[in-house]
């Protein structure tokens, strides 16, 4: 296999494990099972739409000669909105390393603000390692995790179905779920349309760092369309292993875990080693599936932040992941408790239809007239991106409390990377 053949099958399963993240293996499920075919059918849309925008994103920066910070910097002159990614990028790493480490030793040191903390540090320490000391072996061992992953979730698959005595009455009810049409509804398009977001994993500059390594001998339409291909593959396995998790305990478990949104899917999560306590290998093999779904998603996510501040710093390799990851763990120390990481969280995900937006500004902001399918593309997606942030803000207030505070950052970081150029433009120029 030559190199171009060989790398290519690496990025197909990179972009694919950075796509999947712990939300599609308890989210997606979820969302299937509550709007059935015609949900699905209509997540599909979207995310062919929204797939298109990130082979876009590949293109324009592998074609334009430009690294992908450059494109900010010197040809769009927007500065703050890669600046802006960057501190989501952060935000999420610090919330999103706990969760993945919590994955393996939760049952130790526990869900707490000190066992978040913990983990946390671990999560961000390996990451630290990879960065740092696999230097130019980094992709490679990002993709070959991701193939791992893919691996991990099909065996997951099978050993679910092969252990779980079939349950025809509970069973028969998840396939009658599944298979179902409803009514289309405004709540079923924004769900839809939220879960492609999520699925694409727009928003935090992947695709753009993806266009700066490759060159023209590559095909992104190949590499991003197949790595999303798996990505889906991957919700369905997901879904699949899902129902089967919750057959041990009753259909009215199935019901709460559908219709009680993101914390009945955490919930769930957290309720696994109860209802699979007689089945300490398939929670083993959950566990594992969710560590790296996590892994494969964290990694690449630290790989744009990473690139960012060498970028704009001039900083070694070794100094950017330090500040990237030491600035999450300090974070980290003020959001471990519960309450106010699910606040960080919510900040992050009204943050980022905005910041998609800004993933997508290069490409409609060239030099280059885009032709008229492509602003018709980033005409919906941009659409989709601000009804969807537009939305997320009214759910974060009208929440209130603590997320309240995630609304107002949210807030600061879209509006400091719209108009925060005169701050930035001298330094980062």
Same mark, same amino acid.
């Given at each position: ?295 494969? +998603?964290? !990694?690449?996510?630290?790989?744009? $932040?990473?690139? @960012?501040?060498?970028? *704009?710093? %001039?900083?070694?390799? /070794? ?51 885009? +032709?008229? !399918?492509?602003?018709?593309?980033? $005409?919906?997606? @941009?659409?989709?991106? *601000?009804? %969807?942030?537009?939305? /997320? ?37």
């Amino acid at each position: 296999m030559d190199q171009v053949k060989k790398w290519t099958l690496y990025l197909m399963f990179l972009v694919a494990g950075f796509a999947t993240g712990i939300g599609s293996i308890g989210l997606f499920p979820q969302f299937w099972l509550q709007y059935g075919m015609t949900g699905l059918g209509i997540y599909l849309i979207f995310l062919v739409v929204l797939t298109y925008v990130a082979i876009l994103e590949t293109e324009k920066v592998m074609k334009s000669g430009y690294y992908f910070v450059e494109l900010y910097k010197k040809v769009a002159q927007k500065p703050a909105m890669i600046l802006a990614i960057l501190v989501v990028v952060t935000l999420f790493l610090s919330y999103y390393a706990a969760n993945t480490m919590l994955a393996l030793i939760a049952p130790i040191v526990g869900t707490g603000t000190a066992g978040r903390l913990i983990a946390k540090a671990l999560m961000l320490g390996i990451a630290f390692l990879v960065l740092t000391r696999a230097k130019e072996k980094t992709f490679a061992i990002m993709a070959g995790g991701s193939i791992f992953f893919v691996i991990a979730v099909f065996v997951t698959m099978v050993a679910f179905k092969v252990q779980i005595p079939n349950n025809a009455a509970f069973l028969g009810m998840a396939k009658h779920m599944i298979t179902t049409t409803h009514p289309v509804s405004l709540a079923m398009i924004k769900a839809a349309a939220e879960k492609a977001v999520y699925g694409v994993g727009l928003g935090f500059g992947f695709y753009l760092m993806l266009g700066s390594f490759i060159n023209e001998r590559f095909n992104a339409k190949v590499i991003v369309g197949t790595g999303i291909f798996i990505q889906l593959l991957i919700g369905i396995m997901s879904t699949i292993t899902i129902v089967y998790s919750i057959a041990p305990a009753t259909p009215a478990r199935l019901i709460e875990y559908v219709y009680g949104g993101d914390e009945a899917a955490i919930k769930l999560m957290g309720d696994l080693p109860t209802i699979l306590a007689h089945y300490p290998v398939l929670l083993a093999l959950i566990a594992l599936s969710v560590f790296f779904a996590g892994v494969t +998603s964290l !990694l690449p996510t630290s790989e744009v $932040g990473l690139q @960012i501040i060498e970028s *704009l710093t %001039g900083v070694g390799r /070794a100094k950017a992941a330090a500040y990237l990851l030491g600035s999450a763990f300090l974070i980290g120390i003020f959001d471990s408790p519960p309450s106010i990481a699910e606040a960080t969280l919510k900040a992050v995900v009204v943050a980022t239809f905005f910041t998609a937006i800004f993933e997508l500004y290069p490409v409609i902001a060239s030099k280059e007239k885009p +032709s008229s !399918l492509v602003l018709t593309v980033a $005409g919906i997606a @941009i659409a989709v991106f *601000l009804i %969807g942030g537009l939305y /997320a803000f009214y759910n974060v207030f009208r929440a209130g409390g603590v997320y309240i505070a995630s609304g107002l950052l949210a807030a600061i970081i879209i509006l400091f990377g719209l108009f925060g150029d005169r701050f930035v433009s001298r330094e980062a120029t």
